[in-house]
């Protein structure tokens, strides 16, 4: 899933400086699973942003909405007649989630309210850790299903560079290093022999920016794209 | 308004613990601050930052969560997430411009009831020289 973290409190305020009416919109999809932008979440930073408003002294109506998914366009259609009363929507949707919202409903004002940081997993209660950077060419095959582009700091597909220490990380004694891992995996599934092919430099076209993907099969003929 | 102004402080106390040990005090016939209103959940594992912010919104003066002692919770481990939440709650209000000292954990075994009667005055004392919640004065919403 992707995973974020609210943003800081003051940044988030100042945003929202000039606006006297916010929907803090929340979605429930993967930042409610990783705890930044949920419901819960929604809840929190809108009872924030109206106590220290009133502390202030200041004029701020803040409602809260949560739709299943912001980067869907049924579930965002929805937040339509609501969006239309305020003067500022605060998105706590990925990055993906608060573009399509202003898309929908622009030229109203949508302001991002948390930091999208990767594509991960959840490794225990409160911890979760990148995987995947959506390179668009899945190499995991090869590697006994570790990602080196990702888990590698230096991203080599032919390691490792040699600098590890301790089956640590030259770049940092925090980290894993990634080819001491793909190693130790390609050993223990009798797969050693992966290591002797080499991979040539990465196809960069696959992560051609922005990315769009076209399901042939369920695209209604009315807005089928043209080949 | 300060003037015959009393704290309000809000209870959030444990069913197996705390909320004895409250019962326990009121048995053993023990006074304490009659400032005190007192919400028993099963366990302080459930008190959520949202419980502690809307208790505060509302015009709480102080908020007190109390669990078993550590090591002795009924589900365990209840009481040292409560114990972390609390830690976030502090930072929230910090964020809003409230002092953290409004909130506080305490660990309260379900028969020490003085314990009970010295936390619910403590709190009450600490919201007496803190003064009124700021959120209590003001009005500031504007109609829809
Ligand atoms: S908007 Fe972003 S956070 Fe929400 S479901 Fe879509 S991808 Fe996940
Ligand atoms: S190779 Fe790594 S970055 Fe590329 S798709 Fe697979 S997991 Fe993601």
């Known amino acids: ?227 | 308004m300060t003037d015959n102004w009393e704290p309000v402080v809000i209870a959030y106390l444990c069913h197996f613990c705390s909320y004895s040990a409250a019962d326990l005090a009121g048995s053993m016939r023990l006074e304490y601050a009659p400032n005190v209103r007192i919400s028993k959940l099963m366990c302080t594992g459930k008190v959520d930052a949202q419980f502690i912010l809307k208790a505060f919104e509302d015009g709480a003066d102080a908020v007190m969560v109390s669990g078993c002692e550590e090591g002795d919770c009924h589900y365990l481990e209840g009481n040292l997430r409560a114990k972390k939440r609390i830690a976030h709650v502090k930072s929230l209000l910090k964020e809003v411009g409230l002092e953290p000292e409004r909130v506080e954990m305490y660990n309260i075994g379900a028969s020490d009831a003085p314990k009970f009667v010295r936390a619910v005055n403590e709190m009450t004392e600490r919201a007496r020289k803190l003064g009124p919640n700021p959120l209590k004065k003001k009005e500031n919403t504007v109609p829809a």
């Open chain 1, 1 to 227: 899933m992707i995973i974020a973290e609210r943003k800081p409190f003051d940044e988030i305020k100042q945003e929202i400086l000039n606006y006297k009416k916010v929907l803090v919109l929340g979605c429930g999809t993967c930042v409610s699973v990783c705890m930044a932008g949920g419901e819960k979440e929604v809840e929190l930073l809108a009872t924030e942003l109206r106590m220290a408003a009133k502390i202030a002294g200041k004029e701020l109506v803040v409602d809260e909405m949560t739709v299943q998914r912001q980067c869907d366009k049924e579930y965002v259609e929805a937040v339509i007649e609501k969006a239309a009363q305020y003067d500022v929507v605060l998105s706590m949707a990925c990055g993906a989630g608060v573009q399509f919202v202003a898309k929908t409903i622009e030229p109203a004002i949508v302001m991002p309210a948390v930091n999208t940081k990767f594509i991960g997993v959840c490794e225990a209660e409160g911890v979760w850790a990148e995987r995947c950077r959506a390179c668009g060419n899945c190499m995991l095959a090869e590697y006994g299903g570790i990602c080196p582009v990702t888990m590698c700091s230096k991203g080599l597909l032919n390691g490792p560079c040699g600098g590890a220490k301790n089956d640590k990380c030259e770049a940092s004694q925090e980290k894993d290093c990634a080819w001491v891992l793909i190693y130790n995996r390609l050993k223990a599934q009798g797969k050693l022999d992966n290591l002797r092919k080499f991979t040539g430099a990465r196809n960069y076209t696959f992560q051609a920016s922005p990315s769009k993907q076209v399901n042939e099969a369920y695209v209604r003929p009315e807005l089928a794209v043209k080949k």
